[in-house]
C-alpha cells in the first residue's frame, strides 16, 4: 500500500457504473482505487484494509447488507474515513441515518462524473488535512516535551549560579570573603545574565504554546505537560 496517495474504495452492484466510477479516479495520480460490486467482499475488503475514503450505493443487491452497513464498518474499521453514500433517490430517512453514522456525503443517481470527483476531491482533501493535524499535534508534542526538559535543567543550573553567587558574597571568620576574585565574580554574574535571557526564550516559547492550547490546536494534557514548572 502507497501511503502516500489516498486509499479509496468503491462499492456499486452496478458492475457497468462501477467500472466507470473506477476509471474516472484512476485517472488522479494521487488517488489507489479500489472496487468491488459485492457487498460481502467490501466488507472483508475494510476489515483487512485501510480506506481513507468509502464511496458506497446504498442498495447493494443483498438483503442483509446495504450501503450503511458499509459506511457503519467503514468508520469502525477507521474514525477519520470520509464515506460517501450514493442513493438512486433523495431519501431523507436514508440520508438522516447515513448522517448519524458519520457519512461525509451523498451522491444521487444520476451523478455526473465531474459531481463524482469533486464530492471525492473535498474528501480526500479533508482526509489530507486531518493526517496534518495530526501530525503537527505530534510535533507540538514534542516540542512540549523538550520545552518542559529545557525549563528543568535551566531552574537548575539558574539555581546552582545563584548558590554560587551567595557562597563568594558570604563572609569567612576572618571577614574575607572566599572565592571572591573579581573574575570568578564577572563570570558568575555573566552568567546569570545570560540564564535570565535564556528564562526570556522560554517564557516566550511557553507564550506560543498557549496560543495554541487557546486555538484549539493542542489538548490540555499536552499543553499542561510543557508547563509544569516556571523558571525561576
Do not use: W
Amino acid at each position: 500500500m502507497d501511503e502516500t496517495k489516498t486509499q479509496i474504495l468503491v462499492v456499486d452492484d452496478d458492475v457497468a457504473l462501477l467500472g466507470v466510477m473506477e476509471t474516472c479516479l484512476q485517472m488522479k495520480p494521487e488517488y489507489s482505487v479500489e472496487v468491488t460490486n459485492n457487498a460481502s467482499n467490501a466488507l472483508k475488503l475494510i476489515d483487512q484494509g485501510f480506506f481513507d475514503v468509502v464511496v458506497s450505493d446504498y442498495s447493494l443487491g443483498d438483503p442483509e447488507i446495504d450501503g450503511l452497513d458499509i459506511l457503519r464498518e467503514a468508520k469502525k474499521r477507521n474514525e477519520a474515513c470520509q464515506c460517501i453514500t450514493i442513493t438512486a433517490y433523495a431519501s431523507l430517512e436514508i440520508s438522516l441515518q447515513a448522517i448519524r453514522l458519520g457519512a461525509y456525503d451523498f451522491l444521487t443517481k444520476p451523478f455526473q462524473l465531474d459531481e463524482l470527483n469533486l464530492t471525492v476531491g473535498n474528501a480526500a482533501e479533508k482526509v489530507r488535512l486531518n493526517k496534518e493535524n495530526i501530525e503537527l499535534r505530534s510535533h507540538i508534542g514534542e516540542m512540549s516535551d523538550s520545552i518542559q526538559q529545557i525549563r528543568e535543567d535551566h531552574g537548575a543550573l539558574m539555581g546552582e549560579l545563584n548558590m554560587m553567587k551567595e557562597r563568594g558574597l558570604q563572609r569567612g571568620p576572618t571577614g574575607a570573603i572566599p572565592h571572591s576574585r573579581p573574575e570568578a565574580k564577572t563570570r558568575v554574574q555573566a552568567y546569570l545574565k545570560m540564564g535570565a535571557t535564556i528564562g526570556d526564550q522560554l517564557e516566550h516559547e511557553h507564550d506560543k504554546l498557549k496560543n495554541l492550547f487557546d486555538k484549539g490546536l493542542i489538548t490540555e494534557p499536552t499543553y499542561r505537560k510543557g508547563t509544569q514548572r516556571r523558571v525561576v
